[in-house]
């Protein structure tokens, strides 16, 4: 079965080093079937690159600015000139050259689907959303029912991390109503969110990999430092955000991820290669501990009695007198908090000789 895979699976991972890609091109051989990519798809694919490039040199331009109005005697390079457009161009010949396809795998989008488009936007018809929107999702549909009519087999699946307008109720699982529109024309269309769901759909059975061969040979060392790694690089404000506070507390910004980490295997799944190569794929949920530093704010009541001197208007004489006398005083005061989120990181191991070779963390989400 021929495939599509969307522009938002390949902007995950730019350089696609995701090991399931190599899982995809080695089905595609076993099977005798073809990648293919809408021309809308290798267009947005190339606008995202592109875009991605400008803002880092940006970055880059602006951080060695920043440097060099520090520096008294060090002096930088100058920064290289880079043609944006140019290695635009050059992505799309490395993601042809990394994938296996060429021209013959575009498919270009026909001029005469444009009525179609207007009359579902009009209708809010899926996979335009309520608002009318989503115009590229909506010629990408058009081109994949136009290629399955065309194919002898009659049946394409599509790989997009775009479940709202593609899915039901967020599954694997074609909507509805773009199903019963696909089988009306006599086609099949199979549907996923990511590549790990396509592996794990077309996963292999290999009798000497189950759980107790995996908590015996995986290092879940390598597994809690991966992921260490990784969450003390990018998670800091997501924890934050999560952290249980009361009314008149709230976060400085500091978070500091402790040692604890904790890692229990949830699911695996296993695609063996034509060259004899394994890719184990595994599921592991992880529990941490951050330490949350809180800005908590104290009202304290310092109001008091207090004896005055008051002129007595009838004598003229002065009186003692206890007046009250109100007063406030709001500190803010500085504590901590252990927060203990959960996490789930997918991971792809490489088995040669059944042994281990390689790890790598490809995906996570809160557990």
């Known amino acids: 079965m021929d495939i599509i895979i969307d522009a938002n699976i390949i902007r995950r991972d730019l350089k696609l080093n995701d090991k399931n890609f190599e899982i995809v091109i080695d089905y595609l051989k076993r099977t005798n079937s073809q990648l293919i990519f809408p021309s809308i798809v290798l267009d947005e694919v190339k606008g995202l690159y592109k875009r991605a490039l400008t803002e880092r040199y940006v970055e880059f331009k602006k951080s060695k600015e920043k440097l060099e109005s520090t520096f008294l005697f060090a002096e930088l390079p100058k920064i290289p000139e880079i043609d944006i457009e140019a290695d635009s161009e050059k992505y799309i010949e490395f993601i042809h050259s990394k994938l296996g396809t060429a021209e013959k795998n575009i498919i270009p989008y026909k001029n005469e689907f444009l009525p179609e488009l207007v009359k579902r936007a009009v209708e809010r018809k899926k996979p335009l959303d309520g608002n009318g929107q989503q115009f590229r999702d909506g010629l990408l549909w058009l081109t994949i029912l136009d290629y399955a009519k065309s194919i002898e087999d009659k049946r394409v699946t599509l790989i997009s991390d775009n479940p709202k307008d593609f899915s039901e109720k967020g599954e694997n699982k074609l909507s509805l109503d773009l199903d019963a529109e696909a089988k009306k024309l006599g086609i099949e269309i199979k549907y996923f969110k990511r590549l790990s769901d396509f592996v794990k759909e077309h996963a292999s059975e290999i009798e000497f990999i189950n759980k107790d061969w995996i908590e015996k040979n995986v290092d879940f060392n390598v597994i809690d430092k991966l992921f260490g790694e990784f969450l003390s690089d990018t998670q800091e ?11 008149n507390e709230e976060t400085s910004g500091y978070a500091n991820r402790t040692d604890y980490i904790n890692s229990n295997l949830m699911e695996f799944y296993i695609y063996e290669k034509s060259d004899g190569k394994i890719l184990l794929n595994i599921e592991v949920e ?21 004896y005055r001197y008051i002129t007595n208007p009838r004598t003229g004489e002065p009186d003692l007198d206890m007046v009250f006398i109100p007063d406030y005083i709001v500190d803010q005061e500085y504590d901590y908090k252990y927060n203990h989120p959960k996490f789930r990181g997918q991971f792809v191991l490489t088995i040669e000789d059944k042994k281990i070779t390689d790890y790598e963390l490809k995906d996570w989400d809160w557990g």
């Open 237 to 247: 404000e997501g924890v934050l955000e999560y952290t249980d506070l009361d009314s």
């Open 286 to 306: 992880f529990e941490t501990e951050y330490e949350i530093e809180i800005i908590r704010t104290v009202e304290r009541d310092t109001s008091r009695y207090d």
